[in-house]
């Protein structure tokens, strides 16, 4: 009777997992396709707005800032998240700090690619465009939990 209970529990406990699991995929899933589509509608939108060469500006501003935005992508976060509970606040502190670094040394990149740009394009403000984008790196941070 005990074993038949414990198997039931069991069996609960995997399904409410794997239903969770997959409601959490499914929010991830939406998330990255409303991001997507959201990227696909200003593309057009900036298409019909610009001339070929301001929305090839834009086009490769954008794209220097989204590869360097791929390194904010680090582990920082879910090293919280899986922090136990005994060492959460100082997982926290340290993801908070290393976050600081991280953001700063990658608006520093951004600055430095938005030069390179401005010497490769001059005279087309470029340069000015990703170099600006680098502010967002500054921001960054305090979206990082503070313990």
Do not use: Y
């Not at 298409?47 to 954008?62: M, P, S, T, W």
């Not at 959460?88 to 740009?117: D, E, S």
């Amino acid at each position: 009777m005990i074993t038949s209970l414990i198997q039931k529990a069991k069996h609960t406990g995997t399904k409410l997992a794997s239903q969770k699991l997959a409601r959490n995929i499914g929010w991830l899933t939406a998330a990255e396709f409303i991001s997507r589509f959201g990227r696909i509608i200003a593309a057009i939108i900036l298409a019909r707005q610009l001339d070929a060469v301001a929305f090839g500006i834009a086009a490769i501003a954008l794209t220097i800032f989204e590869v360097t935005r791929v390194f904010t992508e680090n582990g920082i976060g879910a090293a919280v998240v899986r922090a136990k509970k005994k060492d959460f606040h100082k997982t926290a502190n340290t993801a908070f700090r290393l976050m600081w670094i991280v953001c700063l040394v990658l608006a520093a990149v951004q600055i430095g690619a938005g030069v390179i740009v401005e010497m490769v394009l001059p005279g087309r403000d470029a340069g000015a465009m990703v170099a600006f984008l680098g502010i967002v790196f500054r921001l960054m941070p305090f979206g990082v939990m503070h313990a």
